[in-house]
């Protein structure tokens, strides 16, 4: 008979049952049904359709670390409304998302309660695999709001501590010459400031040290090898081993249909993957498993791993260390072709390192535009997660936090390239459902269970507030006005007869 210890343990262990029948995510349900079902309103948001009734659609993952247990929310309330997904792209945290949606099941399948067991089972502390003190660090560093100004008051302590033992040697061994007895306090003070001296020394040399090493290892405090295992075995036991099983899984939809007439026939809708990773070396955005031939020829193809493209994905820079892919024939006359034609490298490397794909896109919805439609068969939907503070929103920067300085740098870099993209094609941000998440560190992978849950909950409700307000016919008009602004091609009369029966509804 288990002991009262264990039964105890086992109760406060998640289970999906924590996350799914939470109160406010039934009420989600409840609150769509209503909206839909109960008023008859019909519930539309693709053409795309298969034999069980269930939606198609695009959709990307926006990163943000431990905040994509809100995606895994926002996907859980799409999937319950019989939303399914022809294609996948992800950053980061949208990356393992996306994978695991993938390789979990066949496409008309629900994926999200499988991807919560995955993520019950797993021990997000453990993803900080570092040596103990790097660890200790991290954790007082991500988990207490006052840690940098507690190391701020530290630096500032050692500063003002070594100016006053060097004053009061200086003083102290002035006043000597005229009070003997002071000699002994001198003597104390040069000896307390001899010790101190050999303490900054050491911490000099330790961290030097720790830069070298942090160098040798691709400049991350974190090796990453628990969670490339941990996301290897996730693929395996799936069925994916090889990037050609990844191809396979993607690429495989059921029988579709299409609801209306449309110039683009269902036969030429493909299902397919992607995870964006930032090369370093050549200073590119690489889409995986897509431009697998930069680093392999077509027959060593497999010789890749599909874990590792997860990973490259999610090696925050710092935080993680890169990802590297190494031998690479770049002698070969087809890896040769490959890195001309696709990034136009005369001179491809022989070794690649990889850092978090957000550096560059954070967000790739630009991925699913293919300005040869006109009418768009199903939707590109996004998930993006906003955890900008408060303080850190205002247009005043003399308002702003030091962190939030510091953050403003870096989300202009990293979401300056996604952003120029909606500019340019607005029509695209109807697609996209925003996650509130401010209250949460996305780095914070000591992140209690409770908090798990409640940013699951956040997600279920975006999702249901998106889909509440989201309009397909919409959609598809400021798709065709925005194509036919941009080209300078003959309308088909097909698509200028969808367009007259959009307006006429």
């Known amino acids: 008979m288990p002991s009262s210890k264990t039964d105890r343990s086992r109760k406060t262990e998640l289970t999906t049952e924590d996350f799914t029948n939470h109160p406010e995510v039934l009420q989600c349900l409840e609150q769509l049904d209503t909206a839909f079902r109960k008023n008859n309103r019909p519930f539309i948001v693709s053409d795309v359709y298969d034999d069980e009734g269930n939606q198609y659609v695009n959709l990307v993952q926006k990163g943000g670390g431990v905040l994509g247990v809100a995606l895994v929310g926002y996907t859980y309330i799409l999937e319950q409304m019989g939303i399914r997904f022809v294609r996948l792209a992800g950053t980061s945290a949208g990356a393992i998302n996306t994978a695991l949606m993938t390789v979990i099941g066949e496409k008309k399948d629900m994926k999200s309660k499988r991807i919560l067991k995955s993520l019950c089972d797993l021990n997000f502390f453990d993803l900080v695999d570092g040596n103990p003190a790097a660890k200790w660090i991290i954790k007082k560093f991500i988990t207490q709001e ?247 929103k205002s247009t005043n920067p003399i308002h702003w936090t030091f962190l939030g300085y510091l953050g403003r740098m870096f989300n202009t870099i990293r979401y300056y390239y996604d952003k120029d993209f909606l500019l340019k094609n607005k029509f695209f941000e109807k697609g996209i459902g925003k996650i509130p998440l401010s209250d949460y560190n996305w780095l914070n992978f000591f992140i209690k269970d409770q908090d798990k849950i409640d940013m699951f909950v956040l997600g279920a409700k975006a999702a249901t507030e998106f889909l509440i307000g989201f309009d397909w016919n919409q959609y598809k008009n400021d798709r065709i006005q925005m194509q036919a602004k941009l080209t300078t091609e003959h309308i088909p009369q097909i698509v200028k007869n969808e367009l007259k029966e959009i307006k006429s509804e």
């Open 146 to 392: 006052d840690f940098t100004k507690k190391m701020e008051n530290w630096f500032k302590g050692l500063i003002i501590t070594g100016v006053l033992l060097i004053s009061a040697d200086v003083i102290f061994f002035g006043l000597q010459q005229k009070f003997f007895l002071l000699s002994i306090v001198t003597k104390l003070f040069f000896v307390v400031t001899g010790f101190y001296s050999l303490l900054i020394a050491f911490l000099i040399f330790y961290i030097s040290r720790t830069i070298q090493k942090l160098k040798n290892a691709g400049y991350g405090i974190n090796p990453g090898n628990y969670f490339y295992d941990w996301i290897k075995k996730q693929l395996i036991s799936n069925g994916v081993l090889k990037v050609s099983d990844l191809n396979k899984k993607a690429a495989a939809l059921p029988k579709l249909y299409l609801r209306p007439e449309n110039p683009e026939t269902i036969d030429s809708l493909c299902g397919d993957v992607t995870f964006i990773a930032s090369e370093l070396v050549t200073q590119n955005k690489i889409q995986f498993p897509a431009m697998c031939n930069l680093f392999r020829e077509e027959k060593d193809i497999d010789t890749l791993q599909p874990a590792g493209f997860i990973r490259a994905s999610m090696a925050i820079p710092v935080f993680f260390e890169s990802y590297f892919i190494n031998n690479i024939p770049n002698e070969s006359p087809e890896i040769k072709k490959a890195w001309l034609d696709t990034l136009d490298e005369h001179n491809p490397p022989s070794e690649v390192r990889f850092v978090d794909g957000g550096i560059l896109s954070n967000f790739p919805i630009d991925i699913f535009y293919n300005p040869k439609i006109f009418v768009p068969r199903l939707p590109s939907l996004g998930i993006d997660l906003d955890d900008s503070k408060p303080e850190n």
